[in-house]
């Protein structure tokens, strides 16, 4: 069982930034691919962006490249997203997620195993 915890969401306006986090629980974590998705009520869950084990790889949905970076601290067991000019349409519940099998379609959001239980974002216009 793997627990992740997201924080560093909150309510901003657009154009500022925000670096959400999100800690797992086990060391095994190094071994991992993750992801961030995000979700608004009523539509499904989207995914944002996914990172190899070691970093070297990242993946990003169109809509945030050049916008957000997501990077991990693997010493610290923790994920990172840092979203630099947020627009109203980011707003959504985030969500880190974890590939403990590292399957090979991780980099399109396919195939998480562990969920966090998200972290709100808000962008007001």
């Known amino acids: 069982q793997v627990q992740l915890v997201e924080s560093g969401g909150g309510l901003v306006q657009a154009g500022a930034s925000l670096r959400l986090s999100c800690t797992a629980s086990?060391?095994?974590?190094?071994?991992?691919?993750m992801g961030w998705f995000r979700q608004v009520p009523g539509k499904e869950r989207e995914f944002v962006a996914a990172?190899?084990?070691?970093?070297?790889?990242?993946y990003y949905v169109d809509s945030v490249k050049g916008r957000f970076t997501i990077s991990r601290d693997n010493a610290k067991n923790t994920l990172y997203l840092q979203m630099n000019s947020l627009k109203p349409e980011d707003t959504a519940v985030y969500y880190c997620?974890?590939?403990?099998?590292?399957?090979?379609?991780?980099?399109?959001?396919?195939?998480?195993?562990?969920w966090g239980q998200g972290t709100q974002v808000i962008v007001s216009s």
């Open positions: 997620a974890a590939d403990i099998d590292y399957g090979p379609e991780y980099g399109a959001g396919i195939g998480y195993d562990y």
């Open positions: 990172i190899s084990w070691n970093g070297g790889s990242t």
């Open positions: 086990r060391r095994t974590f190094r071994t991992y691919a």
